[in-house]
């Protein structure tokens, strides 16, 4: 009966030892998980700004490849030998070439909306538009255009071969009047040199721009704007806000958050900072050179700071149950090795 006793009394001590264990195992998981978890959620912002270095270098890359393609495009255009055929030895049949060249140019590129040569005097020698159902007209010679006192014009002509002029992001006008429904707009043009001396015209290209904002604008973690120096907003992820210098019934961006506006006009150099009001600035000047101070703007998504903030509570979680399943059982182990007698002397 004693030995039972005893026994049954070393039993209840290991299983007490082994609820000891136990919940000591329990607490260490508890620990390890919400520790984790704290940690992960102070890198959410190293999270979020690892993504906007990846979108910034991305959007930046596809912006600079399409203003490298439409200079090309000029250039091509302005140095092709069919233009310089036309402008030593001008003919009908030299036109008709020129003009072909025009329409092939327009037809293998959606964005354009129009391709131009204007010739030295500031007359219209070839007008290539794009109708709004995609098809390419050549516009006779009796509805050409002397635009000699266009600025574009002016300034253009007084370039040096190979450097291009750039025009502001703005909407497309039908008479004086705004187009309804809106379109984007952005024109780039270069001279035509037959030597280094005197521009003999002009080549100009204006381009359908909203297809290019939409790929800058697009993007799973951020919400997009595009704003001038003055805080106009050009292009914006809700539709309904863009383009407040044009229509002056909506906001600019630094009416709406004038502690943005101290933020951006207070620093020598926004790009690539991260500015107040969750904003991540990437500045496109360079790519843009038309004195507009082109800035786009980058703010999370909220429903991608949650998918973060879901994606370390689950991996706390993960962790807790891993740390769980391996103290359990060890715990119990070792809650159960017997105390090892000590020798006697």
């Not at 070393?10 to 082994?18: D, E, H």
């Not at 690539?272 to 000047?285: F, K, P, R, S």
């Amino acid at each position: 009966m004693p030995l039972f006793k005893n026994s049954l009394h070393k039993k209840r001590a290991y299983l007490r030892l082994a609820l000891y264990f136990i919940s000591f195992g329990f607490v260490i998981a508890l620990l390890s998980s919400l520790i984790n978890f704290r940690l992960q959620t102070n890198n959410i912002d190293a999270a979020i700004q690892q993504r906007f270095e990846s979108t910034r270098i991305n959007t930046y890359r596809q912006l600079s490849e399409v203003i490298s393609q439409l200079e090309s495009s000029v250039d091509a255009l302005a140095e092709n030998p069919l233009m310089k055929t036309y402008l030593l030895r001008p003919s009908q049949q030299s036109l008709h070439n020129l003009e072909s060249l025009f329409q092939a140019s327009a037809a293998s590129e959606p964005l354009f909306m129009q391709v131009r040569f204007i010739d030295a005097g500031g007359n219209e020698q070839v007008r290539v538009e794009r109708n709004d159902d995609g098809s390419i007209v050549l516009v006779p010679n009796r509805q050409l255009q002397d635009k000699s006192a266009r600025a574009y014009f002016q300034q253009t002509m007084q370039l040096t071969k190979g450097l291009h002029w750039h025009s502001k992001l703005d909407l497309n006008r039908e008479q004086g009047q705004i187009q309804i429904p809106i379109r984007p707009t952005y024109r780039i043009a270069t001279p035509v040199y037959l030597d280094e001396r005197v521009a003999a015209g002009v080549v100009i290209i204006n381009i359908n721009a909203q297809p290019v904002l939409n790929n800058a604008l697009r993007s799973e973690i951020f919400n997009v704007l595009m704003i001038d120096r003055e805080g106009e907003t050009l292009a914006h992820f809700d539709d309904s806000q863009a383009w407040s210098r044009y229509l002056p019934e909506r906001e600019s961006v630094f009416a709406q958050q004038p502690a943005l506006a101290r933020a951006l006009q207070g620093s020598a150099d926004i790009a690539n900072n991260y500015l107040v009001e969750g904003h991540y600035a990437l500045d496109i000047t360079q790519l843009f050179p038309n004195g507009e101070g082109l800035l786009l703007l980058f703010a999370p998504k909220q429903e991608a700071i949650s998918t973060l903030f879901r994606s370390n509570y689950l991996a706390a979680l993960l962790i807790a149950m891993i740390v769980l399943l391996i103290s359990f059982p060890l715990s119990w182990l070792v809650a159960l090795i017997p105390a090892i007698p000590t020798p006697m002397g």
